[in-house]
C-alpha cells in the first residue's frame, strides 16, 4: 500500500504546476508529457531541445531530491513485465484515441477550463477506479 505524503504531495503538485506555467509562458505549449515524448522520437521536430531538456529536468528531479535529502525515492512495482507492456499498449492507444494524456488534459486542460479535458480527465478516472477495483478486488492482484 502506497503511504500518503501530504507535504511532499503538495511541493510536488505545487512544481508540476510552475512547470506547466513556464512552459505554456515561454513556449505557448501544453505540458502532456507523450506529446513531449513523442517530439523527440523519430522524427525528430524543430523544438526537439526544449522537449529534450523538460523531460531531463522530470528525470533529474527525483535524483536531486535523493542527493539533497540522503534519502533513496521509493519506486516499486507491483505487476509482471507482461502487465506493464500490455498497460503500456492500453495507455498509448488511449492517449491517442483521448488526443493526449492525464498530464496535459488532467492538468493543463481542465486549469484552462476545457470541456474536452474535462470529460477527458472524468474518463480517465472513472477507467482508473475502475480497473484497480476489478484488478484487486475480482481478480485478486495480479
Do not use: K
Not at 98 to 103: D, F, H, L, M, N
Amino acid at each position: 500500500m502506497t503511504e500518503f505524503t501530504p507535504l511532499e504531495a503538495i511541493l510536488g503538485g505545487s512544481l508540476i504546476g510552475l512547470a506547466s506555467v513556464l512552459l505554456m509562458a515561454f513556449h505557448g505549449r501544453i505540458a502532456g508529457m507523450t506529446g513531449i515524448l513523442a517530439g523527440i522520437l523519430p522524427p525528430i521536430q524543430a523544438d526537439w531541445a526544449w522537449r529534450a531538456t523538460f523531460l531531463l529536468g522530470a528525470i533529474a528531479g527525483p535524483v536531486a531530491v535523493s542527493a539533497i535529502t540522503g534519502t533513496a525515492v521509493p519506486f516499486e512495482n507491483p505487476v509482471s513485465l507482461g502487465a506493464v507492456i500490455v498497460g503500456g499498449f492500453i495507455v498509448g492507444v488511449g492517449v491517442n484515441y483521448g488526443s493526449g494524456c492525464t498530464s496535459g488534459h488532467g492538468v493543463c486542460g481542465m486549469a484552462r477550463l476545457s470541456l474536452r479535458s474535462i470529460t477527458a480527465t472524468a474518463t480517465f478516472m472513472a477507467a482508473t477506479f475502475i480497473t484497480v477495483y476489478v484488478v484487486r478486488h475480482i481478480l485478486g492482484g495480479i
